[in-house]
């Protein structure tokens, strides 16, 4: 279910959309799997012509920028649709309006070159804005997030392949702002590394700063790009 994916010929992908959507509440507990399945009955409901990857068992070829992490809201995901059969922006939405569930929404539609490389391959990093209920004052959460980020290291400890692995989270913590919340708490805004490179979670950063076991609520507000220069797309996002 990738770009990098081979199509059958007499299906041969004709144009490449490029969606922008948002993840709401209905649907923060899916996993990445069940909302690429999500997408794909999407289409599916709304009869679009979309072209398929060759194989065995041949799936709708679409491709979801990143992970968005279970329990967190996205209000600018981003996803690559590729159809047999050209329709325009307007079209499209038009057709999927009425087949998506409830937590699912189309934000923007545009087409993008054909043949552009992955777009899970040009995000460079995720802006979070996590709300945190707590009786602490701002200046001491404050003085937590100025402690975090004067680390010279963070050493935490996932899953990775069965095995349990340590890796330092501070390299991809780009920024942590904090500012007082509309309904009393905290309101954190977190600029986090996305890459092939490497990709700091949220809820890691929650963690290391000692607010993960209280009330709160993380969004995605925003994915950051960078283009292939020669395509003269540029950067898009907030890089």
Known sequence: MGGG???????APQQRLRLRFAKGEPLKYISHLDLARTWE???RRAGLPVAHSQGFNPRPRLQIAAALPVGVTGCAEYLDLWLTEALTPGELEARLRPCLPPGLEVLD???TELRAPAL???VRAAEYRIEVWNQEPVEAVHSRVQALLDAPSILRQRQHKGKLQTYDLRPLIQSVTVEP?????QVLIMRLQSSPAGAGR???VLKALGLSLGRHSMERTNLCFEFDKSS???IIGCC
Do not use: I, L, S
Not at 5 to 11: H, K, M
Not at 181 to 185: F, R
């Open 202 to 204: 949220p809820d890691e």
């Open 120 to 122: 899970q391959a040009q």
């Open 181 to 185: 919340g509309p309904k009393g708490g």
């Open 232 to 234: 003269g797309d540029g």
């Open 5 to 11: 994916e081979r199509v059958e010929r007499d299906g």
């Open 109 to 111: 539609v545009a087409e």
């Open 41 to 43: 009955r999407v289409f």
